[in-house]
């Protein structure tokens, strides 16, 4: 018979660190996104990622610059034990057609 053990990592939904741990976590995930050569141009600024709480929008100027920020992300992610959850994840491809 196998003996009884305790989970000691992670924290429990309710707990005050949790979000605190979380919003860390998630801004080491954006710095390094940011750090990424993708993206558009507005001014001198290079744009790839929005965020809002714990919203993110991926910005490229293709969908397979999308699709591999995507995938950065994800690996990112990934180092600090966050997961990206699919069934909330929405893509919406927009393209500027010229006249």
Not at 60 to 74: S, W
């Amino acid at each position: 018979m196998s003996s009884f053990s305790e989970n000691k990592t992670g924290l429990k939904q309710g707990d005050r660190l949790s979000s605190i741990l979380f919003n860390l976590a998630l801004q080491k995930v954006i710095q390094s996104i940011k750090m990424v050569p993708s993206g558009i141009k507005i001014g001198k600024e290079q744009l790839n990622v929005l965020t809002y709480a714990d919203d993110i929008a991926l910005i490229g100027k293709n969908e397979i610059e999308i699709r591999k920020l995507v995938v950065e992300m994800e690996n990112i992610a990934r180092k600090f034990r966050l997961q990206i959850n699919q069934e909330k994840t929405k893509y919406m491809i927009v393209e500027r057609k010229t006249v």
